[in-house]
Nanobody, 128 residues
Framework: QLQLVESGGGLVQPGGSLRLSCAAS????????IGWFRQAPGKEREGVSC???????HYAESVKGRFTISRDNAKNTLYLQMNSLKPEDTAVYYC??????????????????????WGQGTQVTVSS
């Protein structure tokens, strides 16, 4: 059974850092395009970052230079290092995986409708 479990969310002050983790089970992360989405209250879910099976990475303009996505194949875990956090980064962050045949995250961030598997989400709150 394929499962994605996020952790690492919490409350942080503006300018602070957090690292989100997404542990995968039931499949190999490096065979899939995987990434992070977020959804703030009253807003649509949006793509934050992704990494393709070939290692290509993409970021939303709003997080470029501040967030870094990485994958540990030995631990079958996806990470999102978030630095210089801003109040507008406050949202529930979701880990996502897309089936290999979609060829996702090669040229751009995938859209939420294209995601095959979702984690349960972890809350990130940036506030003083």
């Amino acid at each position: 059974q394929l499962q994605l479990v996020e952790s690492g969310g919490g409350l942080v002050q503006p300018g602070g850092s957090l690292r989100l983790s997404c542990a995968a089970s039931g499949f190999r992360l490096d065979y899939y395009a995987i990434g992070w989405f977020r959804q703030a209250p009253g807003k649509e879910r949006e793509g934050v970052s992704c990494i393709s099976s070939g290692g290509s990475t993409h970021y939303a303009e709003s997080v470029k230079g501040r967030f870094t996505i990485s994958r540990d194949n030995a631990k079958n875990t996806l990470y999102l290092q978030m630095n210089s956090l801003k109040p507008e980064d406050t949202a529930v962050y979701y880990c996502a995986a897309l089936l290999p045949f979609r060829g996702a995250c090669v040229h751009s961030l995938p859209v939420p409708d294209g995601v095959d598997y979702w984690g349960q989400g972890t809350q990130v709150t940036v506030s003083s």
